[in-house]
């Protein structure tokens, strides 16, 4: 097609993108007599023509390893083989010593800050920008979360502010590998290795992405993962906790199994003062064996259509893709994240450009809110055991630490994102992104009017 946008095209003439918009006239491509395309939202035609990968995939591979569970009358982890071979097989993919598969990212996260027997008194660091599950593993055993701001650039903690959060109370550092993206592992080593704190990754979100070399969740005492449905290895819900320290996985076993060390229910009651059941069953591991054939192939494919799709983006004024740390080797790219600078776009709000996105057939999400605003947090404050245990003076400072304005203009103004299942197109899907990007930018004077 004479009129297709390749790469090569669009970088040779985005450049004038700016100028269009600086005199308010729709964008005309260098070298040709076309005008851009109208935007879709004005009446244009969708910049999207083809279908989104469906997501999670599904094939007979999933069918024949249920029905061998199902068959087998074997659907309990306990003296069974599916469990075990699935965390042999995520072991080998991840480079950790050990793997344990629970029944949920969640769980995972629960699992070691049990082993580690957190509880009340003590403090976790974690950043704003997370699921809620990274908040509400601490507040489930009586710890105080503390707070430490994002780097805006990448949408992950802060590493430079991690020391001037911790106090004589401060048990661990957990930071997320944040929309599948390592966080800065060097910088948030350094810290942990001066003030003797153990790193707990939250790489719920980061399958197979990597930090010089070596998967994610290698690094710190532990990390987890997720295999909710929207995750990019799924069993609807499961979860795996991976570590190279022989004790620590002995003890989130123990943890995750009603204090038990041995594979097999018990009446006697097992090792530690406290334990739980959030064991995986046999039937989400037989559909993550069947899931994990594809994973190689489709982190891949994320990866390099996520670097395609930033090549042509960072053209465009007005869009800033999440930067990656130089100690990124790769991205499981969980989320494709990107900041939004109305500014650009004639001061189109957000939310006006998002339904500008979605007129082209390109879904959009703005992502989190700002949790340390949220009343489910704040609350937290008057809740009569914190206050019990922390004393008026501590939560008092816990509230005044609360602020977090770069994660705020993250949440209120400039982040987005598109779904991982996004990624498994085809470059011609990325290059279309970024047409509909383009068409936005060109025509983003008439779009802000409406």
Same mark, same amino acid.
């Given at each position: 097609?004479?009129?297709?946008? /390749?790469?090569?095209?669009?970088?040779?003439?985005?450049?004038?993108?700016?100028?269009?918009?600086?005199?308010?006239? $729709?964008?005309?491509?260098?070298?040709?007599?076309?005008?851009?395309?109208?935007?879709?939202?004005?009446?244009? $035609?969708?910049?999207?023509?083809?279908?989104?990968?469906?997501?999670?995939?599904?094939?007979?591979?999933?069918?024949?390893?249920?029905?061998?569970?199902?068959?087998?009358?074997?659907?309990?982890?306990?003296?069974?083989?599916?469990?075990?071979?699935?965390?042999?097989?995520?072991?080998? +993919? /991840?480079?950790?010593?050990?793997?344990?598969?629970?029944?949920?990212?969640?769980?995972?996260? +629960?699992?070691?800050?049990?082993?580690?027997?957190?509880?009340?008194?003590?403090?976790?660091?974690?950043?704003?920008?997370?699921?809620?599950?990274?908040?509400?593993?601490?507040?489930?055993?009586?710890?105080?979360?503390?707070?430490?701001?994002?780097?805006?650039?990448?949408?992950?903690?802060?590493?430079?502010?991690?020391?001037?959060?911790?106090?004589?109370?401060?048990?661990?550092?957990?930071?997320?590998?944040?929309?599948?993206? $390592?966080?800065?592992?060097?910088?948030?080593?350094?810290?942990?290795?001066?003030?003797?704190?153990?790193?707990?990754?939250?790489?719920?979100?980061? &399958?197979?992405?990597?930090?010089?070399?070596?998967?994610?969740?290698?690094?710190?005492?532990?990390?987890?993962?997720?295999?909710?449905?929207?995750?990019?290895?799924?069993?609807?819900?499961?979860?795996?906790?991976?570590?190279?320290?022989? /004790?620590?996985?002995?003890?989130?076993?123990?943890?995750? &199994?009603?204090?038990?060390?041995?594979?097999?229910?018990?009446?006697?009651?097992?090792?530690?003062?406290?334990?739980? *059941?959030?064991?995986?069953?046999?039937?989400?591991?037989?559909?993550?064996?069947?899931?994990?054939?594809?994973?190689?192939?489709?982190?891949?494919?994320?990866?390099?259509?996520?670097? +395609?799709? /930033?090549?042509?983006?960072?053209?465009?004024?007005?869009?800033?893709?999440?930067?990656? +740390?130089?100690?990124?080797?790769?991205?499981?790219?969980?989320?494709?994240?990107?900041?939004?600078?109305?500014?650009?776009?004639?001061?189109?709000?957000?939310?006006?450009?998002?339904?500008?996105?979605?007129?082209?057939?390109?879904?959009?999400?703005?992502?989190?809110?700002?949790?340390?605003?949220?009343?489910?947090?704040?609350?937290?404050?008057?809740?009569?055991?914190?206050?019990?245990?922390?004393?008026?003076?501590?939560?008092?400072?816990?509230?005044?630490?609360?602020?977090? $304005?770069? *994660?705020?203009?993250?949440?209120?103004?400039?982040?987005?994102?598109?779904?991982? *299942?996004?990624?498994?197109?085809?470059?011609?899907?990325?290059?279309?992104?970024?047409?509909?990007?383009?068409?936005?930018?060109?025509?983003?004077?008439?779009?802000?009017?409406?």
């Amino acid at each position: 097609m004479k009129n297709k946008l /390749t790469r090569r095209n669009f970088i040779r003439t985005s450049s004038m993108v700016g100028v269009g918009m600086a005199i308010g006239l $729709p964008y005309i491509a260098c070298g040709t007599n076309l005008q851009t395309k109208k935007a879709a939202i004005l009446g244009g $035609p969708k910049a999207f023509t083809g279908d989104w990968s469906k997501w999670p995939l599904i094939g007979q591979i999933e069918q024949d390893e249920l029905l061998t569970v199902l068959n087998s009358g074997g659907w309990c982890r306990l003296g069974n083989k599916t469990a075990p071979k699935f965390e042999n097989e995520f072991q080998k +993919y /991840t480079g950790a010593k050990k793997a344990l598969a629970v029944s949920s990212g969640t769980s995972a996260l +629960y699992t070691m800050l049990g082993a580690l027997c957190i509880g009340p008194g003590d403090e976790v660091i974690i950043p704003p920008y997370t699921f809620i599950a990274t908040y509400n593993v601490i507040v489930l055993n009586y710890a105080l979360p503390v707070f430490v701001d994002v780097d805006i650039e990448s949408f992950q903690i802060d590493a430079d502010e991690i020391e001037s959060a911790i106090s004589n109370n401060t048990k661990v550092i957990m930071p997320v590998h944040i929309g599948g993206s $390592p966080f800065d592992v060097d910088r948030v080593l350094k810290v942990s290795e001066k003030h003797n704190i153990p790193v707990i990754e939250d790489a719920c979100q980061a &399958h197979m992405a990597e930090w010089k070399g070596k998967c994610v969740g290698n690094w710190g005492l532990g990390g987890a993962f997720s295999f909710q449905e929207s995750k990019n290895l799924s069993s609807g819900e499961g979860g795996a906790v991976i570590t190279n320290d022989d /004790t620590f996985y002995q003890n989130c076993y123990g943890f995750h &199994h009603q204090g038990q060390g041995a594979d097999v229910a018990s009446l006697v009651p097992g090792s530690g003062i406290r334990g739980s *059941n959030l064991r995986i069953t046999e039937f989400q591991a037989a559909i993550l064996l069947a899931q994990m054939t594809r994973l190689t192939e489709q982190v891949k494919r994320r990866w390099e259509n996520a670097q +395609y799709l /930033t090549e042509m983006l960072i053209q465009i004024p007005g869009i800033k893709p999440a930067k990656l +740390y130089d100690g990124v080797t790769k991205s499981a790219y969980h989320l494709y994240m990107f900041r939004y600078d109305k500014r650009m776009f004639s001061e189109m709000s957000r939310s006006q450009f998002m339904n500008a996105l979605d007129a082209e057939g390109i879904p959009c999400s703005s992502g989190y809110t700002s949790m340390t605003r949220e009343k489910y947090i704040t609350d937290l404050a008057q809740n009569k055991y914190y206050l019990n245990i922390y004393g008026e003076k501590r939560i008092k400072e816990w509230v005044e630490s609360l602020s977090c $304005p770069q *994660n705020d203009r993250l949440c209120d103004e400039e982040a987005l994102w598109f779904s991982q *299942n996004m990624l498994l197109g085809t470059k011609t899907d990325m290059e279309q992104i970024a047409e509909a990007i383009k068409k936005i930018a060109t025509y983003s004077s008439e779009i802000s009017r409406i």
